[in-house]
C-alpha cells in the first residue's frame, strides 16, 4: 500500500512466507494508507528500485521468487501516458469515424503510477510507456522472474488512431465506406459481416500490437511474462498462446454441491458471476497446445467476505483449477503490513487475505504442503488430450455486444452471458461431464498443426486423434481451407460432433466422470499415465472405476502425503479399482507398466467396521483467544460455541473438546479406523491418548487412528478447534472502526459497500459433529 515499505520489513516477511510455504510473491503497488502519506515511495523511484532490489534479493536467498506488475493497480498506464497516447473510443462525426479519449485512469493506482490507462491497440503508445520500465528496471542488480498483466479491464476503449488504415490492410476494404452498416442496429444485409471484420480487427490489434509487444519487449530484457488475456475483446487462446505464463483467474465461489460446503450467502452471482472450468481451459489449453510448461491462476478473489474465508472453502476452488489444467497457484492475496500496525493490519478492499493477520495463517502451511505436492506432479507431466475443439469465435463477433464499447468482453466471470450459451460451449460441457479430455484451438493455431502417422495431430505440446468443429455458421473461408487440407493429410475432423457420434471414434472417455468426479489425465514419460481426480459433487463416495488405462495402479493421496496400491481388476486394455473417494477428497491414480508391486486383491472391497457415532457428552474448554474466555462447559449434544453465552458469539481463538469412548463390543483393537468429525468450524487438531494424530482442515474433516493407539476402552479424545476471526470482528469494528484508514476504495464489503461487520450474526463455531469412528 503506496510503497510504504522498509527492506528490515520486508525481510521480515519474506521469511514469514517462506516459512508458511510459499514458493514465491508478486508485488502489485497500489494506493496508500491515510496518514502514512510521508512514508509512500513513489514508483520506480530511486528509493523503490532500491527497495524492489532488496526484495529480489531477499527473495533468491529465501528460494522464492518475484514477479512484477508492469505498472501499478491496473490495466497498464501512468503518468508518462499523454491523452494522445490513452485509450480511445470511436464517434461518429458526419460520414467519418473519429477517436475520443476514453479518459480511463489506472485503477487502484499507487503513488507515482497514477494516470491515464494507456491505448491497448497501437505498439507506438504502449512501447512509449514501456520506455519508462527500460530506464529503471535496468538499474536493478538482480531481475524479477516475470512481468505481470492483470485482466483486461479498459473499459469502453474500441478504436485507435490507426484503426481505418489498419482495417483496410487487414480486411481489404474501407471501413468508412460501410459505415451504414457498421452503425445498424437492425442487422440489415451486410451488418453482420462488417461487425465481425470489426471485431477481428480489434482482436488483430490486441494481439499483435498490444500483447505481442509486451511479450516481446519483456523477452528481449530476460522477463518471462504472465498474461491474464480474460475480460479482453480479442481469441483468448491467440493471445494466452503469446504469453510464458498464461494466467486465468478463479473469482468467487463455484458453488460445489460438496456437503458441508459453505458459500457466502452475500455474494451476488448476478452481479459478479462464479468460476467454471471451461473459462480456465483457455489458459490451458495455449499452454498444453504450444507445450508451456506453467498455466497460472489468479486463485479466490473474492471467495467470501473479509474474515469468513475458511481453507474448507479454499481447496476445493483449487482442485477445479488443477482439473482444468492449471499447475501453478497464486493467491489471491496478501498486503504488505507494518509490524507495529494493530489487527487486522493492512488489508486490500477484495477479499481473501492470505496473510499473517488471517485467521488462516497458522495453518497456512497445511495448505501450501497440499498444493506443493499437487503441483509438483503436475508440473512434471504433460497432458494427454485426445480431443481438439475448434472455438467459432466469429460466432460472437456475429452478435451485438451488451459490453462497453459495443466490444465483446470475453470474461471469466459471466460465462453465462457469452460461453455457456454457445454451441461450442454446451458441446464442451457435454464433454466434460461425460469424461472426455479435450483441449481448445483457435484459428490462428490451426496453422500450428501438422499431422503424423495414422493421422494423428500434433503440436508442440502433444498429439490429439479427433478434430471436432462444433455448429457454426461464420467459418472464415481461410479455417474452411486449413481444415480441408488437414483432412487431405490424414487428420480425422468431424464437424457438428455430439456424445453418440464422438462414441463411435478412437478416443478415450472416463466414464466415471457422469458420477460427478472431475479430473485431468495427463502422462509421464511413454508409459506412465497419471490422473488427478477431485470428487466436487455429491453423486459419489466410493465404488468401481474404470480408466481408460492399464497398468499396476497407485494412489497417491496429496492430504496425507500416502501412497497405496488399491484394489483392482482389469481387462486386456484397461483397469478398474476400487476407488473410495467421498465429496471434498482428491487423489491421483498412477498407472505403470511395472510389476514390482501387486495391486492387492481382496474378495469384498467393501468390507470393514461399520461406523459408530460418539454420543457421551463432550467437555469444552474455552483456550486462548479474544476476547479473553475461560469458561468450561459440558454438553449433552454438539452445538456452535457461539450458544454457549453471549460473549462467546465475539470469541476468536481456540477451545478444546475432550471425550472418552469404548471401542464398540466385538472390535478389537489392532486395526486403524477413521475419525470422522462430521462439521468443524474451522480447524480441528486432534490427539488421541496423548498422541497428535493430525489436523483437519478440509472437507470431509477425516484423520485416521491410528491402531497402535487405540485402546478397547477409554479412549480419550481431544480436538482443539480454532475458528473464524469473523466473529471477534464483529466486536472489534464496533469498538475501533477507525482501522479503516485506507485510501481509494478503502475497505468494501463482498456486495461493494462501505464494510461494516457490525450488522454480522454470529457465525458457528466450534466442533458441530457427529463425530463418528469407523472403517466405512
Known amino acids: 500500500m503506496g510503497s510504504a515499505v522498509t527492506e528490515l520489513d520486508i525481510t521480515r516477511q519474506l521469511e514469514q512466507m517462506a516459512k508458511a510455504g510459499l514458493g514465491g510473491v508478486h508485488v502489485i503497488p497500489i494506493y496508500g494508507v491515510k496518514g502514512a502519506e510521508k512514508q509512500a515511495i513513489p514508483f520506480l523511484s530511486a528509493r523503490w528500485l532500491a527497495v524492489f532490489a532488496h526484495t529480489i534479493r531477499e527473495a533468491n536467498r529465501l528460494g522464492m521468487g518475484v514477479d512484477l506488475s508492469t505498472g501499478t493497480g491496473w490495466p497498464f498506464g501512468g503518468p508518462n501516458v499523454t491523452p494522445e497516447m490513452g485509450a480511445q473510443q470511436w464517434k461518429q462525426e458526419g460520414s467519418t469515424l473519429v477517436g475520443v479519449p476514453t479518459r480511463q485512469r489506472v485503477k487502484r493506482a499507487a503513488p507515482g503510477g497514477e494516470g491515464l490507462v494507456v491505448d491497448p491497440f497501437d505498439r507506438q503508445p504502449l512501447l512509449r510507456y514501456l520506455a519508462r520500465f527500460d530506464s529503471a528496471l535496468a538499474r536493478l542488480p538482480q531481475r524479477p522472474r516475470a512481468l505481470y498483466n492483470d485482466s483486461y479491464e479498459v473499459y469502453g476503449a474500441n478504436w485507435t488512431a490507426r484503426f481505418p488504415e489498419q482495417f483496410r490492410q487487414r480486411r481489404g476494404y474501407d471501413l468508412l465506406t460501410r459505415l451504414r452498416d457498421f452503425t445498424d442496429t437492425t442487422n440489415v444485409p451486410g451488418a453482420t459481416a462488417v461487425r465481425r471484420d470489426y471485431h477481428e480487427t480489434v482482436a488483430d490489434l490486441l494481439r499483435d500490437e498490444f500483447t505481442a509487444v509486451w511479450t516481446d519487449w519483456a523477452r528481449q530484457r530476460g522477463y518471462q511474462t504472465r498474461n491474464q488475456a480474460h475480460g479482453s475483446p480479442g481469441n483468448l487462446l491467440d493471445l494466452y498462446a503469446l504469453a510464458d505464463i498464461p494466467e486465468t483467474e478463479s473469482f468467487g465461489s463455484s458453488r460445489f454441491p460438496i456437503p458441508g460446503l459453505r458459500v457466502d450467502e452475500n455474494y451476488e452471482v448476478d452481479r459478479f458471476g462464479t468460476p467454471h472450468p471451461l473459462a480456465m481451459k483457455f489458459a490451458s489449453s495455449a499452454a498444453h497446445l504450444l507445450g508451456k510448461p506453467l498455466v497460472s491462476s489468479e486463485t479466490t478473489t473474492w471467495l467470501a467476505d473479509h474474515f469468513k474465508v475458511s481453507l474448507s472453502q479454499i481447496k476445493p476452488q483449487i482442485d477445479e483449477l488443477f482439473t482444468a489444467g492449471i499447475n501453478h497457484i497464486f493467491y489471491h492475496g496478501t498486503t504488505y503490513s507494518p509490524p507495529g500496525h494493530d489487527w487486522p493490519g493492512q488489508l486490500f478492499y477484495a477479499s481473501t487475505n492470505y496473510g499473517p493477520s488471517s485467521h488462516n495463517w497458522p495453518f497456512l502451511p497445511l495448505l501450501n504442503q497440499y498444493v506443493t505436492r499437487c503441483q509438483t506432479r503436475l508440473q512434471g507431466s504433460r497432458p494427454d488430450n485426445d480431443l481438439l475443439v475448434y472455438f467459432p469465435i466469429h460466432e460472437l463477433w456475429a452478435r451485438r455486444s451488451p459490453s462497453a464499447g459495443g466490444v465483446h468482453l470475453l470474461e471469466v466471470h459471466h460465462v453465462d452471458r457469452w460461453l455457456l450459451p454457445m454451441p461450442f460451449g454446451k458441446f464442451c460441457d457435454s464433454l466434460r461431464v461425460a469424461g472426455y479430455s479435450f483441449d481448445y484451438v483457435s484459428d490462428a493455431l490451426l496453422d500450428s498443426l501438422t499431422v503424423g502417422p495414422g493421422g494423428l495431430l500434433k503440436m508442440p505440446g502433444g498429439t490429439y486423434k479427433v478434430l471436432t468443429v462444433p455448429p457454426a455458421n461464420f467459418l472464415p473461408e481461410r479455417t474452411r481451407q486449413r481444415l480441408a487440407q488437414l483432412a487431405a493429410q490424414g487428420a480425422q475432423i468431424v464437424y457438428n460432433a455430439n456424445l453418440t457420434t464422438l462414441g463411435t471414434l478412437p478416443i478415450r472417455r472416463e466414464g466415471w466422470a457422469a458420477q460427478g468426479l472431475s479430473f485431468i489425465r495427463k502422462r509421464v514419460g511413454a508409459a506412465t499415465t497419471r490422473y488427478f481426480v477431485a ?242
Open 535 to 776: 470428487n466436487l459433487g455429491n453423486q459419489f463416495r466410493e465404488g468401481w472405476v474404470r480408466l481408460s488405462a492399464n497398468g499396476q495402479v497407485m494412489r497417491y493421496d496429496p492430504l496425507t502425503d500416502q501412497t497405496t496400491y488399491p484394489v483392482r481388476q482389469s481387462t486386456a486394455s484397461t483397469a478398474a479399482v476400487w476407488l473410495r473417494l467421498p465429496p471434498g477428497q482428491s487423489c491421483f491414480l498412477t498407472l505403470t507398466a511395472t510389476t514390482t508391486v501387486g495391486n492387492k486383491v481382496v474378495a469384498n472391497p467393501q468390507a470393514g467396521t461399520a461406523a459408530f457415532t460418539l454420543s457421551q457428552p463432550w467437555r469444552v474448554q474455552f483456550g486462548h483467544g479474544v476476547p479473553a474466555l475461560r469458561s468450561t462447559h459440558t454438553l449433552p449434544n454438539l452445538v456452535s460455541w457461539t450458544n454457549l453465552a453471549d460473549s462467546a458469539g465475539y470469541f476468536w481463538g481456540q477451545v478444546r473438546y475432550s471425550a472418552t469412548f469404548d471401542l464398540p463390543q466385538g472390535w478389537q483393537p489392532g486395526q486403524a479406523q477413521r475419525l470422522n468429525l462430521g462439521d468443524v468450524r474451522e480447524v480441528a487438531e486432534v490427539r488421541l491418548n496423548g498422541r497428535p494424530i493430525g489436523t483437519a482442515w478440509c472437507l470431509p474433516y477425516e484423520l485416521t487412528l491410528p491402531a497402535e493407539l487405540l485402546k478397547a476402552k477409554g479412549n480419550q479424545l481431544e480436538i482443539d478447534v480454532t475458528n473464524l476471526s469473523a466473529n471477534y470482528m464483529r466486536l472489534r469494528d464496533g469498538q475501533k472502526p477507525d482501522w479503516k484508514i485506507f485510501q481509494d476504495i478503502n475497505i468494501v464489503d463482498i456486495r461493494y459497500r462501505p464494510f461494516d461487520a457490525t450488522r454480522w450474526q454470529p457465525v458457528p463455531s466450534g466442533l458441530l459433529g457427529p463425530v463418528t469412528v469407523g472403517t466405512r
